[in-house]
């Protein structure tokens, strides 16, 4: 079964995500704070990470920065899921390749169908 680590503070998405994702048969672990999300990819090892940017302490961009310094994390794939809009995170392309980020997705525009494909592709394309 796929374990994805899924990294949401919004409550109410987290259990939308969780009830979406567990009924088409991916097992889903979800918190909303950086550290734990480490605590949580050591213990589980994850195939797939789903990240909000807006976290409170530390935000996804540190720790996308932690998660990639571990050498058995290097090949997780990274999708961004995030409320914050892709013009106001300019980053270029050799940012988000230096952090092995897959796809950057702007949560009010994307459906949850979408998101589904999205993973499926990704993770076909990790078993290739």
Request: charged residues 25%; aromatic residues 14%; hydrophobic residues 40%.
């Amino acid at each position: 079964m796929t374990e994805i680590l899924f990294i949401e503070p919004d409550r109410v998405l987290a259990k939308t995500y969780h009830d979406y994702f567990t009924e088409k048969g991916f097992k889903l672990r979800f918190t909303g704070k950086a550290q734990e999300a480490i605590a949580l990819a050591d213990k589980i090892t994850p195939d797939l990470v789903i990240l909000e940017l807006q976290l409170k302490i530390h935000n996804g961009i540190d720790f996308l920065y932690e998660f990639r310094s571990y050498p058995d994390w290097q090949d997780i794939p990274v999708i961004i899921l995030t409320m914050v809009p892709p013009n106001e995170f300019p980053q270029d392309k050799e940012f988000w390749k230096s952090l092995k980020i897959h796809k950057y997705m702007y949560k009010p525009k994307i459906k949850l169908n979408s998101l589904f494909i999205e993973i499926n592709e990704l993770l076909a394309q990790k078993t290739l």
